[in-house]
């Protein structure tokens, strides 16, 4: 499937899908991916929503200042992860939207169009 560019905004845009994974530009991540407002990265061994840690996230878990929100995508459909998890980031200052992985991916362009400061974690479609 490929998607639409709508607005502008600097930083990783998600093109569409590829099978189980995600493109952006020529570049296909086949499975999960971390984003950053500058920076994506593969997420290859993402764990189920119910095992997520700060330590998962790997190098968005340093990001400094600290992002708005993580767009948190849990796959094929929505799996809210567990309340330990959203409380370890709420901690941080960050707050957590669930939401399956093509949701998440369409709602990064939108959002990062409007110049949110976020971050996404985005597991296997």
Do not use: C, K, N
Not at 15 to 36: A, M
Not at 66 to 93: C, D, H, K, N, Y
Not at 109 to 117: A, I
């Amino acid at each position: 499937m490929e998607m639409r560019r709508d607005g502008g905004y600097s930083g990783p845009r998600i093109t569409g899908f590829s099978g189980r994974g995600f493109r952006l530009g020529e570049t296909v991540f086949p499975g999960g991916i971390l984003l950053s407002p500058t920076e994506a990265w593969p997420w290859d061994h993402a764990p189920s929503p119910s095992d997520l840690t700060l330590a998962s996230l790997g190098p968005l878990a340093a990001l400094t200042p600290t992002p708005e929100f993580l767009l948190l995508g849990t796959g094929a459909g929505l799996i809210q992860p567990s309340r330990t998890f959203v409380r370890e980031m709420e901690a941080r200052g960050l707050g957590v939207e669930a939401m399956d992985s093509r949701a998440a991916a369409r709602a990064w362009g939108v959002l990062r169009s409007e110049d949110r400061q976020i971050i996404a974690a985005l597991m296997p479609l």
